[in-house]
Each structure stands twice: as C-alpha cells, then as structure tokens.
C-alpha cells in the first residue's frame, strides 16, 4: 500500500475511532454494556488499527511518542463515571486531600475508575475555556454524572463570588450544575455545612450546598475530609449504583457512623482520669487524654481515629492537639474556643440545639447539655479517682 493509501486509510479509522468514542462518552458508565475495544472489533477495527490512532492522537497533542499506551488507556476509559467538580469559597484543602490519595491512588481514580471532566485546580484550561469546558461536560453527560462541590456558596451581593464573563454567581453555576447530575457530593465542611465562611457574623451569607438546590446531597464533611472519606463515597457509588446510607445530617454512615472519642488512641487515660492539664507538661509527654485542654472528641462523629492521614500515619490527637469537631455543623461557632472543654462553656454557644449526639430530626438543647456536662462530670471524678 503505498503512502497516499495508507495515509486515506488512516484518516478513515481516525474518524471512525473518533466517532465511537464520542458516542461511548454519552454512556453512563455504570450502564455501559460494552467496551470501546469491543465497540470496535465489532465494527472491524482491530486493536493495532486501534494503536496506531492512538500514535497519532499523541502526535497532534505534540506528546512524545512514548505516551501513545496512555493515550490509547484514556480512550478505553472514556465510558468510566463522569465527575464534575466545582469549586465555592473554600481554600483548596479538600482538593489537596484527594490529590494524597494511595489506596487507590489518585491515577488509578483518574484513570481507571472516573472521568474526571471538570477540576479547576488540576486541569490545564482556564478562563473562558474552562467555563466552555463545564458546559459541554454537562450536556454531553446530563443526567449520568456525580457532581462534587467544595466550598461553601455566598448568597450575599453578587460581587462575593462571580463566574466568567457574564458575571453568574457561585449558587447560579451549583444550581446549574446539579439538574443535570445523577448523584451530588458536597466535600468538606464548607460545601456541607457553611464552614469557616458561614461563621458569624457571615458577611457573605455562606451557606452549604443544599441551601442553595433542591435536591438529596450526600455531605462528606471535614476541614478537611480525609482522602479515605471522599474517595470511599466515590467508590461505593459506582460499586452500587446508589447512594450510601446516612445520618441525620446527611452524612454516610460507614465514614461517621461512630464518635472520634469511642476509638481514640487515649480513650483508656480518659477513663483513667489521667489529663494533660496545658500543653507541653507531663501529660502531654506521656500521650494522656486531651480533653481539658479542648478536644472535642466525644462530641465528634468520623474516622479520623481509625484511618488517620497520610497513608494512616497520624492525625491531630496523635499530634499532640484536641480534635477540634470539624466534620460537625457550624463547627466554627459551636466547638470554639478550640482549647477549653466544651462541658465549661454556656450551652448556648455550644450547639444553639443540635449537634454530634443528634440521631433523630431533632433534638432539645437540654439533651445536649446535660451529655456535655456528663462528660465534663466524668473527666472530674475520674481525675479525683487518679488523684487519691
């Protein structure tokens, strides 16, 4: 075959690969009964055909070509779960906790498990493409992809968050964003509950996500989450074509179904009475119970204690400082101030009527208070028992 031939035949299998893989994106993925190598082969392609588009998509993308495989890998995995996700006002500490990702690692999720369509800090466009880039993402996925918010949304005066040329808001892009989505993710506190933005006095008017939309939002809180408690809710829906079960505050049980003081490493000095009584003492020395110095542990709901961060090599009470009730909502406002036990502050400030002990829709005040004095009343007999 000489050069000319070859060349139109080329052309024809890059028009025909290119035409099924548009066609295999607008799949959900979790529905897709074929592979794009099967899509293929049935229609003649053979898999050397197949290697050769993928030579030459790596030669239009100016790649060396050694990145060919990859490029004929991306293609194959052009079908897996479509991912959108935005960013609110927020610090990009959510963002970073997926980035640190081991078991899988954050290629595999990338490569092997979602498409992740949209990311603004990872992805390579910006400005008015970035903005094209989301809107083709939406339509040409609508209604087969996960949407993943983190930040929380200023519903103040429109120059608090403003998007692209146009001038849309922050809420006007998630509302836009979540009619298409087939399963919302709020990551972080911030986007699940207001975070740091919505504490008072809020000058923006932040608020979580499902303040602003109307439909379920699954709520991944933490400030922020670890990579576990994202990547695991990732999971779990493409494993069971469902959302996980959770509590009531919208949060998957499997990730924060238990207090942080129920597994803590120091629970066993708690019950001993044996405190660190200031930073820096004996106590502190000997890894003793943080409590009287400002952990919130027994009002905190996560895994934090069990899964730890940074491929599980600690956390903050291994680190030596309280946990300081994150994953719980308007945490900012109700846990402060971060280093005195929450059993000797006013109640009122403490959880204003809801909290980490909340297992129904409601819940009164002095129910509330009464567990944090409790516990407070604990930590003082426990610490006279220790002393005689």
């Given at each position: 075959?000489?050069?000319?031939?070859?060349?139109?035949?080329?052309?024809?299998?890059?028009k025909?690969i290119s035409?099924?893989?548009?066609k295999?994106g607008?799949?959900?993925?979790?529905?897709?009964d074929k592979?794009?190598?099967?899509?293929?082969?049935n229609r003649?392609i053979?898999?050397?055909?197949f290697?050769?588009?993928?030579?030459?998509m790596?030669?239009a993308?100016?790649?060396?070509?050694s990145?060919?495989p990859?490029?004929?890998?991306?293609?194959?995995?052009?079908?897996?779960?479509?991912v959108?996700?935005?960013?609110?006002?927020?610090?990009?500490?959510?963002?970073e906790?997926?980035?640190?990702?081991e078991?899988?690692?954050?290629?595999?999720i990338?490569?092997?498990?979602?498409?992740?369509?949209?990311?603004e800090t990872?992805m390579?466009?910006?400005?008015?493409?970035?903005?094209q880039?989301l809107?083709?993402?939406i339509?040409?996925h609508?209604g087969?992809?996960?949407?993943?918010?983190?930040?929380?949304i200023?519903k103040?005066?429109e120059?608090y968050?403003?998007i692209?040329?146009?001038?849309?808001?922050g809420?006007?892009?998630?509302?836009?964003?979540?009619?298409?989505a087939?399963?919302?993710?709020?990551?972080?506190?911030?986007s699940?509950?207001?975070g740091?933005q919505?504490?008072?006095?809020?000058?923006?008017n932040?608020?979580p996500l499902?303040?602003?939309i109307s439909k379920?939002v699954?709520?991944?809180p933490?400030?922020?989450?670890?990579?576990?408690?994202?990547?695991?809710?990732?999971?779990y829906?493409?494993?069971?074509?469902?959302?996980?079960?959770?509590?009531?505050?919208?949060?998957?049980t499997?990730?924060?179904?238990h207090?942080?003081?129920?597994?803590?490493?120091?629970?066993?000095?708690?019950d001993?009475?044996?405190f660190v009584q200031?930073f820096?003492?004996?106590?502190?020395?000997n890894?003793y119970?943080l409590?009287?110095?400002?952990?919130?542990g027994?009002?905190?709901?996560?895994?934090?204690?069990?899964?730890?961060?940074?491929?599980h090599?600690?956390?903050?009470?291994?680190?030596?400082?309280?946990c300081?009730?994150c994953?719980?909502?308007?945490?900012w406002?109700?846990?402060?101030?971060f280093?005195r036990?929450l059993?000797?502050?006013?109640?009122?400030?403490?959880y204003?009527?809801?909290?980490?002990?909340k297992?129904?829709?409601?819940i009164?005040?002095?129910v509330?208070?009464?567990?944090?004095?409790g516990?407070?009343a604990?930590?003082v007999?426990?610490?006279m028992?220790?002393a005689?």
């Amino acid at each position: 075959m000489d050069n000319s031939a070859d060349s139109s035949r080329m052309k024809k299998l890059f028009k025909e690969i290119s035409s099924r893989l548009d066609k295999m994106g607008q799949l959900p993925a979790h529905n897709a009964d074929k592979t794009l190598q099967e899509e293929l082969e049935n229609r003649g392609i053979s898999r050397r055909d197949f290697m050769k588009w993928a030579g030459m998509m790596t030669a239009a993308l100016s790649l060396p070509a050694s990145f060919a495989p990859l490029t004929a890998r991306a293609a194959e995995m052009a079908n897996r779960t479509p991912v959108i996700w935005l960013h609110m006002a927020e610090c990009t500490g959510c963002s970073e906790s997926l980035l640190r990702t081991e078991e899988p690692t954050i290629d595999s999720i990338l490569f092997d498990l979602i498409n992740l369509e949209y990311h603004e800090t990872v992805m390579a466009a910006s400005g008015y493409q970035a903005i094209q880039n989301l809107e083709n993402a939406i339509k040409k996925h609508y209604g087969n992809y996960i949407l993943m918010v983190e930040g929380g949304i200023p519903k103040g005066d429109e120059y608090y968050l403003t998007i692209g040329a146009d001038g849309r808001t922050g809420a006007q892009e998630c509302r836009h964003a979540a009619e298409g989505a087939m399963a919302i993710f709020t990551i972080g506190t911030c986007s699940s509950y207001g975070g740091v933005q919505a504490a008072a006095p809020n000058p923006t008017n932040a608020q979580p996500l499902d303040k602003i939309i109307s439909k379920p939002v699954i709520k991944v809180p933490g400030c922020p989450p670890s990579e576990k408690n994202i990547v695991g809710n990732i999971l779990y829906f493409i494993m069971f074509n469902k959302t996980p079960p959770v509590d009531a505050f919208g949060r998957p049980t499997w990730a924060y179904g238990h207090r942080i003081h129920d597994m803590c490493e120091r629970r066993g000095h708690f019950d001993a009475g044996e405190f660190v009584q200031e930073f820096g003492d004996e106590g502190a020395k000997n890894g003793y119970c943080l409590y009287k110095v400002g952990c919130k542990g027994p009002y905190t709901f996560n895994n934090c204690s069990k899964l730890r961060f940074n491929t599980h090599t600690s956390w903050p009470i291994q680190a030596g400082h309280g946990c300081i009730g994150c994953s719980e909502p308007n945490f900012w406002d109700t846990m402060t101030p971060f280093e005195r036990p929450l059993g000797n502050t006013p109640f009122h400030t403490a959880y204003n009527g809801y909290g980490a002990d909340k297992t129904a829709d409601s819940i009164g005040t002095a129910v509330l208070a009464a567990t944090a004095v409790g516990i407070a009343a604990h930590a003082v007999v426990s610490s006279m028992v220790k002393a005689k």
